[in-house]
């Protein structure tokens, strides 16, 4: 049986001396009781060496919050997939809706991310979600169809080996959770339409992000097609992070 993925994401968030911190936590915490899941954390890219050797023989895979369209060459301020694999990286997330909102990541360039990302063999995390006004217009389906339909045609065959996250836009970082009813029948669609495109599609992982939180995941991460979770905010407290882990096994 496919395991589930809880993520962290720590987004823009973390020091040298909190990233300590908050992962000798996490290394108690699974160190007392191994996960019944897969776990990763998704750092600030200055932060992949640090972390890397504090997950070292730990359950806790590293993940990176972006990579790269390009392979190499005159990208100032860009990290290749290249080089996120020197540090270790099994995942990295792309097309967040941070960075399609506020750095104008278009379906194909988020489609170019996860290629490269594939070919350094790193999973790419392909976040997907709709607006508040989206959703309120009726657009919900059609827009995470659009979103992932890119990745699909850009990664062909190798469509099994990503990771799609359903992040509805409105739910991130706001504490109004989908439901898990509204939850399951956007990741049903997914699953159809990875279905579509690979026979692997049922052994994919699916993962729902915003605001899922340890008093909310468990129910989140009953859902037949919720393979895990895409975790912002509670992801930055042990315990609440330890919690969700917990209820993922
Ligand atoms: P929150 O859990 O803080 O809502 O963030 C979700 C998210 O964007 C994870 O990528």
């Known amino acids: 049986m ?3 993925l809880i993520a962290g994401n720590w987004k823009m968030n973390g020091s040298l001396a909190a990233n300590d911190a908050l992962l000798a936590a996490l290394r108690a915490g699974l160190a007392a009781q191994a ?3 897969d776990v990763a954390v998704a750092v600030p890219a200055p932060y992949l060496a640090q972390v890397q050797a504090l997950v070292a023989d730990t359950a806790i895979a590293l993940a990176a919050q972006d990579v790269s369209q390009h392979e190499a060459g005159a990208y100032t301020g860009e990290a290749s997939a290249a080089m996120l694999r020197d540090f270790g990286v099994r995942y990295t997330l792309v097309g967040h809706s941070e960075r399609r909102q506020y750095h104008g990541e278009s379906d194909a360039a ?3 991310k996860a290629q490269r990302a594939l070919a350094a063999g790193i999973t790419p995390i392909v976040c997907v979600g709709e607006t508040l006004a989206e959703r309120e217009a009726g657009q919900t389906e059609a827009v ?3 979103q992932l339909a890119a990745v699909i045609a850009q990664v062909g065959h190798c469509v099994s080996e990503i990771v799609v996250a359903y992040e509805p836009v409105w739910a991130i970082g706001t ?3 989908a439901t898990p009813a509204q939850a399951q029948a956007v990741h049903a669609v997914l699953r159809a339409q990875l279905a579509a495109a690979s ?5 994919m992982r699916l993962l729902y992000g915003g ?3 340890a008093a909310n995941a468990a129910e989140l991460l009953a859902q037949p097609d919720i393979d895990g979770g895409l975790i912002g905010g ?3 407290k042990a315990p609440d992070f330890l919690t969700i882990i917990a209820a993922a096994a």
């Open 211 to 213: 605001s899922m939180n």
């Open 144 to 146: 995470v169809k659009r």
């Open 175 to 177: 504490g109004k959770t």
């Open 35 to 37: 996960p019944g899941c």
């Open 110 to 112: 988020v489609a170019a």
């Open 199 to 203: 026979a692997q599609a049922a052994n």
């Open 234 to 236: 509670a992801a930055l």
């Open 2 to 4: 496919k395991k589930k």
